[in-house]
C-alpha cells in the first residue's frame, strides 16, 4: 500500500506542481468550482424538460437522486471512514489555487458527481459520449490541479460515480419496462 501512497503522490506532484503555468493557474479554479458549471446544467435541464420528451423528463428526475448519491457517499460515507487528509494539508510545497480545506480528500465529491452525470447521460445520449467524459475528466484533473485531491481520490470518486450511475440507469429501465407494458413508451 505504500507503494501505490508513493506513485499517488508523485502523480499528484507532476500534476500540481510540474505542470503548473499560468494558463493553469487561471483555468482550472474555474474548471473546479462547481458554481461554474450550475449555467450548462440549468441549460440542459430546460432542454431536457423542453426537447427530450418523457426520455428527458425521467433523466432529469433520476439525476436528482444520482447527485444526491455519488454526493453523500462521497462526502458523508466514505470520507469520513477513510479519512485521508487533503494534500494541501499533508504535503509540503503543495500549489494550492483557493482556501484550504480541511475536509477528508478520499474519495473527490466533485468526480464522483461528474463522472455518475457523465455514465448516465452516455447511457441515454450516447453519441454525445466524448463529450460527457471528458467533462468528467476534466474536472477531475482539475482538482488535482488546485491541490485539492490526489489522483486515487479522482479515480475513487470517478469509479463511485460511474457505480452509482449504474443503478439508476437500471432504475431507469426498470421504469421503462413498467410503462412499456402499460402500452406506452418512454423513449423518443
Not at 13 to 38: C, E, G, H
Not at 39 to 51: C, E, N, S, V
Not at 116 to 130: D, I, V
Request: net charge positive; glycine share 6%.
Amino acid at each position: 500500500m505504500e507503494f501505490i501512497i508513493q506513485i499517488d503522490t508523485a502523480i499528484f506532484y507532476f500534476i500540481n506542481t510540474s505542470l503548473q503555468n499560468p494558463v493553469f493557474d487561471w483555468i482550472m479554479p474555474i474548471i473546479s468550482a462547481k458554481r461554474s458549471w450550475f449555467p450548462l446544467w440549468f441549460i440542459a435541464i430546460i432542454m431536457l424538460l423542453w426537447k427530450g420528451g418523457r426520455k428527458g423528463r425521467l433523466a432529469v428526475l433520476l439525476v436528482i437522486p444520482l447527485v444526491l448519491m455519488t454526493d453523500q457517499l462521497s462526502a458523508s460515507v466514505l470520507k469520513p471512514l477513510i479519512a485521508r487528509l487533503r494534500p494541501s494539508i499533508a504535503l509540503p510545497d503543495v500549489h494550492l489555487l483557493g482556501k484550504k480545506m480541511s475536509s477528508y480528500s478520499f474519495p473527490s465529491s466533485h468526480a464522483s458527481n461528474f463522472f455518475g452525470l457523465a455514465t448516465y447521460f452516455s447511457y441515454l445520449y450516447s453519441r454525445y459520449k466524448w463529450w460527457f467524459f471528458s467533462a468528467a475528466a476534466l474536472v477531475g484533473l482539475s482538482r488535482i490541479s488546485v491541490g485539492a485531491h490526489y489522483p486515487l481520490d479522482v479515480l475513487g470518486g470517478a469509479v463511485l460515480g460511474i457505480l452509482c450511475a449504474l443503478v439508476i440507469i437500471w432504475a431507469h429501465k426498470s421504469v421503462e419496462i413498467w410503462y412499456n407494458k402499460r402500452g406506452g413508451k418512454v423513449s423518443q
